[in-house]
């Protein structure tokens, strides 16, 4: 998950996606604090902060002893941390990769809360890591010409669809999706952005 700028709604989106996928039976789904800048899942989740990624990766210890089982059914969270770190040297490290191709075998869904893309590259390197990637956009907030400029910046063959989160309920009476809406594929993305601007 990831977006253009900051406050579009990527931990709130990614949040209710795992919660959502969490519920059906038998998907063990995990969440991963994936925005090492600015971590808000777990607050989101009503957990405190706990060690994560961070420490993972100063202690060169196993992934496994930061997987959090929370209270919300099948749903796991791996946190950023409490010690930081510099998230370009953990993402592109050879063990990161290592980890996460053993992940996927581990969990049914991997929801990865990721940074904006403008500002930082992190989101893109993550993505290097997804099977699919959803971009967020706000309504009132995400700036068209950069939601151009960020999706040159990525695999656009990896992005499945955008969420248009936010949307007016004046603008959207009509309609029983009120609040997210989504859309599939990067054309209608992109459309859909630029139904916004
Ligand atoms: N549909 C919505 N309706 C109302 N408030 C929302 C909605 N989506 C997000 N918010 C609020 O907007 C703020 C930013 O949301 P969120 O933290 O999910 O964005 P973000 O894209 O993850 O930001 P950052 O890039 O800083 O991590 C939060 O306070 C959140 O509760
Ligand atoms: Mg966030």
Known sequence: MTSTIANEGKTVVSTNLALTLAKRPGQRTLIIEGDLRSPQVLANLGVHPKPGMGEWYKSGGSIQDFIYKTTKGDLFVIPAGVEGGDPIEILQSEVFGRVMLALSQQFD??????????????????????????????????????????????????????????????KSANSKYYGYQYGYGSRHAQKASEAKA
């Not at 390197?125 to 959803?134: E, G």
């Open 109 to 170: 869904w991997i929801v990865i809360d990721s940074s904006p893309l403008i500002p930082v590259a992190d989101a893109s390197i993550w993505m290097n890591h997804a099977d699919s990637a959803l971009i967020v956009a706000r309504e009132d907030k995400t700036p068209k010409h950069l939601l151009t400029k960020a999706l040159k910046t990525i695999d656009q063959s990896k992005v499945v669809g955008m969420v248009f989160n936010d949307v007016s309920r004046n």
